[in-house]
């Protein structure tokens, strides 16, 4: 095989192992006239098929297929026998179906399970064209071919590509933990209109976390502390000093506490006089034996004695 081919044909399956998940052994499925030309050109059917997908082959016919080599009859006996070898594939077709007819049914839309096609059909190799991820092999003037990926399989191949690419984008972003400012276009693009809010609300969250990181690394608290106290809530925990109270006003708070204290006190004792005759009164009845002014507190007695006199 031609050195040019050899690489073409290696690059052709690195496309679909890359982009369709194709794994050796491949799975091969041959139709009857492929099957016939082969033994009809004494090819080694194997080996050539090694070369062209350039890996191991585990080939295949469907009950479709092996049927149509019964029904050629004696001349098909040597293809028989090689079909012998095969896995014999079954395709749920109860009654026997055109070979194309089969063959594209495997296929599928999508070629889900993978399958290479070996077929000297025309019209077959033009519908699985039309399927993307369908390796094609024929045999042209007694060489084995592998036909180049259609423009479906390209075109999927792209699309394959560019939602790897957007996956990993927003992979990114979460590892990260943060919207990349390259990751945001994408995910409000590709994303769903909920996950889209999301992410903006992320972003919104962002900013504000960044700004209390960025605020200890501000001025020293301790820094802060020396400077003069601003009016209201600093005074509130401490005692003024002797200049602020001067800054006042000439009275402090501390001064109008002390000065409503000093009132109450006014108000009780002159609410007192009234009351320490009444207890006075008791006093005496309880003392009446003991010394007066001994007992009682020096002030009470004071006034006691001096409200007697
Ligand atoms: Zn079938």
Redesign the pocket.
């Known amino acids: 095989m031609k050195n040019k081919r050899i690489k073409s044909y290696r690059r052709a399956m690195q496309l679909y192992q890359s982009s369709f998940g194709f794994r050796e052994p491949y799975q091969l499925l041959v139709d009857a006239a492929f099957l016939q030309s082969c033994v009809k050109q004494k090819m080694d059917i194997m080996a050539r098929l090694h070369d062209v997908l350039q890996g191991a082959v585990k080939p295949m016919i ?4 092996i049927q149509a080599l019964y029904d050629a009859g004696s001349e098909a006996q040597a293809a028989v026998d090689a079909a012998k070898g095969f896995e014999r594939r079954k ?3 109860f009654k ?2 055109p ?1 194309d ?3 594209l ?2 296929a599928g839309t999508e070629n889900k399970n993978r399958y290479v096609f070996a077929t000297q059909s025309l019209p077959l190799r033009e519908s699985l064209r039309a399927v993307p991820g369908s390796p094609i092999i024929y045999i042209a003037r007694s060489v084995m071919l592998l036909e180049s990926p259609s423009n479906q399989t390209l075109a999927k191949k792209r699309r394959v590509e560019e939602s790897k690419l957007h996956v990993s984008a927003e992979e990114l972003a979460v590892i990260t933990g943060k919207p990349l400012p390259s990751a945001d276009p994408v995910a409000s693009t590709s994303a769903a209109p909920a996950d889209d809010s999301v992410a903006a609300s992320e972003g919104a969250a962002e900013p504000p976390k960044k700004k209390k990181r960025k605020g200890p690394s501000g001025p020293n608290p301790l820094s802060v502390k020396k400077k003069k106290a601003k009016p209201a809530d600093p005074n509130a925990g401490r005692r003024p000093s002797k200049r602020e109270r001067e800054e006042d006003g000439g009275e402090s708070r501390e001064q109008k506490r002390q000065r409503e204290e000093d009132g109450k006190v006014v108000s009780l004792a002159a609410r007192g006089e009234g009351g320490e005759k009444k207890k006075r009164r008791r006093r005496r009845k309880g003392a009446a034996t003991g010394a007066d002014g001994e007992g009682g507190p020096a002030g009470e007695g004071g006034a006691g004695s001096g409200g007697e006199a």
């Open positions: 469907t009950q479709c297929c395709c749920n077709h026997a179906r070979e007819e089969c063959m049914a495997m």
